[in-house]
């Protein structure tokens, strides 16, 4: 052990590695920031940041390569490679260029992206703190160079009052999962934001507290009013999901400290808040979740899998015959799937429900997409992917030290994204689009870069 710590004179976390250390703070914050006005370089930042993160997986091998997280991530990979050859030269040669093309993408969604994130947020030399600055470098990018060029007070009032949506110039499809990740982190990072509340001091040092604690309160109000205007229902029911699993993650690991003013305070605050948002917003609410009726009664009543080819709902009942179409597919081939290829030409090639007759390939379900493409192989290892990072996640928060604080609720961040991201793939296809990753990434990068840091800490100490 004391020949590796001899071989690892640059472990320590509080000094940037040289010049790589340089690299990764420049490209974390291109790759956050740039994205939405441009792609290309938002993806070359990343190209950039493999080679950092390779060359500092090298330089700490006998660490980096012996963390299980690690080979979890390179088996995902290493399987969409096979998986995708096999497809395209053995499988299937006449759709080569497909399965070579859904080969790319899904290679680098998910594992790939998080981890060359994660090992380059370690080479800063302070992961926590640029972890943070990534964060809110997203924030500012995706409300710079969208948000704001698209905004119309107009239309946002109109999708306040009424029934049509507001999607910010970021798509349907995107909008709502944005908001919910920017929700999951003004909520889990809520503390840092207001400060301690004092229990001492003058009548200037209370108002100023009060002061940021109602700032923090606004700022949760105006994304709850946000999310409701996007009118999108999956993306309401996963942040309902992910605030819930937020909200108890945080009870238990923090239980000795609820009874504190400032936890009170801040509580009460958000309560306010979302139960005016509630009332507000209800009967809108109600409207989009019951405008379907009859097509929810029609999939509640389904007795098998077939029940869906007399599906005639255009929406909710198209979006059911999708998913059943996908998980008979995957059940033909329930371990290894089609091949990442476009699932299109399933569809063309066999008798579909005739509700989705002339509609597009993909299943408007990422976990089924990745079920009947990757099987439940490629599938598993994704899950057991982000189940290590919430792991994690619970490893930091079991840490009571006060230097684990920040870390603690970037831990909470990420228990709360990971379920608002599973819930969300219920309903979209866009996992692999890299406007998608440039989100999912900075959000799990945080608890991979803190598995890395903490096996250096480790070995750093001789444990």
């Known amino acids: 052990m004391n020949a590796l710590v001899e071989r690892l004179p640059l472990a320590l976390p509080k000094l940037p590695e040289g010049r790589l250390g340089y690299w990764a703070i420049g490209c974390i914050y291109v790759f956050a920031f740039i994205p939405p006005r441009s792609i290309a370089l938002g993806q070359l930042s990343q190209l950039v940041m493999l080679i950092v993160a390779i060359l500092f997986a090298v330089r700490y091998r006998d660490v980096i390569f012996r963390t299980p997280l690690f080979w979890l991530g390179a088996a995902f990979v290493l399987y969409v490679l096979l998986r995708g050859l096999f497809a395209a030269f053995v499988g299937q040669p006449e759709l080569a260029s497909e399965h070579l093309d859904g080969t790319s993408s899904w290679a680098r969604t998910i594992a790939l992206p998080v981890l060359i994130l994660g090992l380059a947020l370690v080479a800063t030399g302070n992961w926590v ?26 239309e946002f009032e109109t999708a306040l009052t009424g029934a049509r949506r507001y999607i910010f110039g970021l798509g349907h499809a995107r909008s709502g999962f944005i908001i919910g990740a920017a929700i999951i982190a003004v909520l889990a990072l809520g503390p840092a934001m207001v400060g301690k509340y004092p ?10 507290a009060v002061l940021r604690y109602a700032l923090w309160a606004c700022l949760v109000g105006a994304l709850l009013l946000a999310l409701f205007v ?13 605030v819930l699993v937020l909200v ?12 504190r003013p400032g936890t009170l305070v801040g509580l009460l605050l958000a309560a306010v808040v979302v139960g005016g948002v509630a009332v507000f917003a209800w009967d809108e609410v109600e409207r989009r979740m019951t405008d379907r009726t009859d097509a929810m009664q029609q999939i509640l009543a389904m007795d098998s899998l077939d029940d869906a080819w007399v599906m005639e709902d255009r929406n909710l009942g198209a979006r059911m015959a999708y998913k059943v179409f996908a998980i008979q597919l995957w059940m033909e081939r329930p371990l290894i799937g089609w091949g990442p290829a476009d699932p299109y030409y399933l569809m063309r090639e066999r008798p579909l429900p005739p509700v989705l007759e002339g509609r597009s390939g993909h299943f408007h379900d990422a976990h089924v997409e990745t079920l009947s493409r990757l099987g ?49 793939m219920l309903g979209t296809h866009q996992l692999v689009r890299f406007q998608t990753v440039h989100v999912f990434a900075p959000f799990l990068a945080l608890m991979c870069a803190s598995v890395f840091q903490r096996r250096l800490d480790a070995v750093r100490r001789g444990g």
Not at 129 to 154: E, K, N, Y
Not at 199 to 208: E, M, P, Q, T
């Open 376 to 424: 439940l192989v490629g599938w598993g290892l994704m899950m057991a992917f982000l189940g290590a990072l919430v792991l994690e996640a619970c490893r930091r928060l079991a840490m009571r030290e006060e230097e684990q604080r920040l870390p603690r609720m970037l831990a909470l961040t990420t228990i709360g994204f990971t379920a608002l991201l599973l819930v969300w």
């Open 248 to 259: 108890l993650a945080a009870a238990w690991f923090y239980r000795d400290r609820l009874l």
């Open 129 to 154: 703190r640029h972890s943070i600055g990534a964060l809110i470098a997203l924030a500012l990018g995706i409300l710079v160079f969208q948000v704001l060029p698209a905004w119309s007070w107009s």
């Open 230 to 242: 996007t009118k999108t229902r999956t993306a309401w029911l996963a942040v309902l999901a992910a």
């Open 199 to 208: 229990r001492g001091g003058g009548v200037a040092k209370r108002a100023l």
